[in-house]
């Protein structure tokens, strides 16, 4: 599993935390310390929250959808891209205003162009990583636009 990955996991965390009326400052960085992340995934994914703060206090403290939000409804050969565990992770990462409506479709055109298939829910978290730090898998190493968190910057 990649560090993006990781840190987004770290992120589901905190958002989903949110969702549930919890503060922010009240999320226990020792038990993702006890989870395995490293000091400097959290720190990522908390700067990466605290970027949006003020989106995730409106947005992720409402445990409604909004109305004038909704869910695109896939078809059945859409749906068969997916295992049951791809399917209900790109409902929670949409309920929890990670995932829009607009990733979704970029996702099931990638899909449908490069011919995937069974595409789980670790697959949509590197997906869902790629989107959120335009991590270009094309691109060498050295090309990368987001720094791991232990570099020195001159």
């Given at each position: 599993m990649s560090v993006f990955e990781r840190i987004i996991?770290?992120?589901?965390?905190?958002?989903?935390?949110?969702?549930?009326k919890r503060a922010l400052s009240?999320?226990?960085?020792?038990?993702?310390?006890?989870?395995?992340?490293?000091?400097?995934?959290?720190?990522?994914?908390?700067s990466w929250i605290a970027d949006r703060l003020e989106i995730t206090e409106n947005l992720f403290m409402n445990t409604q959808l909004p109305s004038d939000r909704s869910f695109r409804v896939?078809?059945?050969?859409?749906?068969?891209?997916?295992?049951?565990?791809?399917?209900?992770?790109?409902?929670?990462?949409?309920?929890?205003g990670l995932l829009t409506?607009?990733?979704?479709?970029?996702?099931?055109?990638?899909?449908?162009?490069?011919?995937?298939y069974k595409i789980d829910d670790k697959q949509l978290k590197n997906y869902l990583a790629q989107t959120?730090?335009?991590?270009n898998t094309q691109m060498p190493n050295g090309s990368r636009i987001m720094l791991y968190g232990n570099e020195d910057i001159n």
């Amino acid at each position: 599993m990649s560090v993006f990955e990781r840190i987004i996991e770290i992120i589901i965390y905190v958002v989903t935390e949110l969702k549930q009326k919890r503060a922010l400052s009240d999320i226990s960085i020792q038990e993702l310390n006890d989870r395995g992340y490293s000091t400097e995934e959290i720190s990522t994914a908390f700067s990466w929250i605290a970027d949006r703060l003020e989106i995730t206090e409106n947005l992720f403290m409402n445990t409604q959808l909004p109305s004038d939000r909704s869910f695109r409804v896939f078809n059945d050969s859409e749906k068969e891209l997916f295992t049951k565990e791809g399917w209900a992770e790109i409902i929670r990462l949409n309920l929890l205003g990670l995932l829009t409506n607009e990733n979704i479709e970029q996702l099931l055109d990638r899909a449908v162009f490069l011919g995937y298939y069974k595409i789980d829910d670790k697959q949509l978290k590197n997906y869902l990583a790629q989107t959120i730090f335009k991590i270009n898998t094309q691109m060498p190493n050295g090309s990368r636009i987001m720094l791991y968190g232990n570099e020195d910057i001159n």
